[in-house]
Nanobody
Framework: QVQLVESGGGLVQAGGSLRLSCDASGKIFSPNAMGWYRQAPGKQRELVAIITSGGIATHVDSVKGRFTISRDNAKNTVYLQMNSLKPEDTAVYYC???????????WGKGTLVTVSS
């Protein structure tokens, strides 16, 4: 089992920044991947960014140039630096952990990000 705990969500004005953190604990073996999904009100959950234990990162087109995913393997922590936030970034952001399957094996409980216009 892997436990994921997110932090860093909150209310921010459009154009502002937030940094999300996710601490992983439990049976964490490499190789693996960690990432962030989000779900906006009335919309489907979508993958925002993912990073492998080797440091290879991918971001969805809508956040490229604004969001950056990173991780500290020594701390088993993944981060999502979010800059130039827009109201459409408002969502619950979920931390996820992959062992190698096509879908996340574990999910955090989520942290709410609200961007006001």
């Amino acid at each position: 089992q892997v436990q994921l705990v997110e932090s860093g969500g909150g209310l921010v004005q459009a154009g502002g920044s937030l940094r999300l953190s996710c601490d992983a604990s439990g049976k964490i073996f490499s190789p693996n991947a960690m990432g962030w999904y989000r779900q906006a009100p009335g919309k489907q959950r979508e993958l925002v960014a993912i990073i492998t234990s080797g440091g290879i990162a991918t971001h969805v087109d809508s956040v490229k140039g604004r969001f950056t995913i990173s991780r500290d393997n020594a701390k088993n922590t993944v981060y999502l630096q979010m800059n130039s936030l827009k109201p459409e970034d408002t969502a619950v952001y979920y931390c996820t952990f992959w062992r190698g399957s096509s879908r996340p094996d574990y999910w955090g409980k989520g942290t709410l990000v609200t961007v006001s216009s």
